[in-house]
Each structure stands twice: as structure tokens, then as C-alpha cells.
């Protein structure tokens, strides 16, 4: 007995498999594309990230280092005061700090 098989409708063209090829080319193209995309997206929110750290950290021993001076001149005047202040004579003061000059 004779079997009887589906015959198989092409309704649609087939695409050639140089078009098929090309069509991958292009998908792989812009899988490619969109990685590279998203891969320097990243690259540059690491680098942003280390920037922002680093010149957090620079703005940080800026203050320290602007407030030890601050504190060392403040040192130095202090002292500076204090040595005018105990060679000057006293002039009837109590104080001894303030000069008392009369024409």
C-alpha cells in the first residue's frame, strides 16, 4: 500500500542563505553594538565613582590641612600676644596688657 504524505505549502518565500547570513550579521552587529553601549556606560560610572572618591578625599585633607594651619597660626599669634604683652610695662593697670599713654 502507498503512503500518502503532506506536501509541504510554500507560501511564503524562503529567504536565501546569503540573506540569512546577512541577517545574523546585523543582529550580531547590534547585540555587539548594545554591549559596547552598556560596557562603557559602566566604565564610565566606575571611573566617576574613583573621581568622585579621589577628589572627596583631596577636599577632605584640604580642610584638615587648612585647619592645622589655621590652628598653628593662631598658636603663633597667641604666643606672639603673649610676649608682647609681658614686655611691655604695666602702666597702672590691672590688667598690665593695655598701655596708657597721655600727652
Known sequence: MKQIGFKK???SPKPTAWN????????????????????????????NTFNY?????????AKT????IIAEGKKKAEALQNSISSSL???GTST???LDISV
Open 65 to 68: 590641612a587648612a585647619d592645622r
Open 20 to 47: 540569512e547570513h546577512i541577517q545574523k550579521l546585523a543582529r550580531r552587529r547590534s547585540m555587539m553594538r548594545d554591549f559596547q553601549r552598556k560596557n562603557d556606560i559602566l566604565v564610565n560610572a566606575f571611573a
Open 89 to 91: 610695662p604695666s602702666a
Open 9 to 11: 505549502m510554500n507560501w
Open 96 to 98: 598690665g596688657s593695655m
Open 53 to 61: 572618591q579621589i577628589s572627596a578625599n583631596v577636599d577632605n585633607v
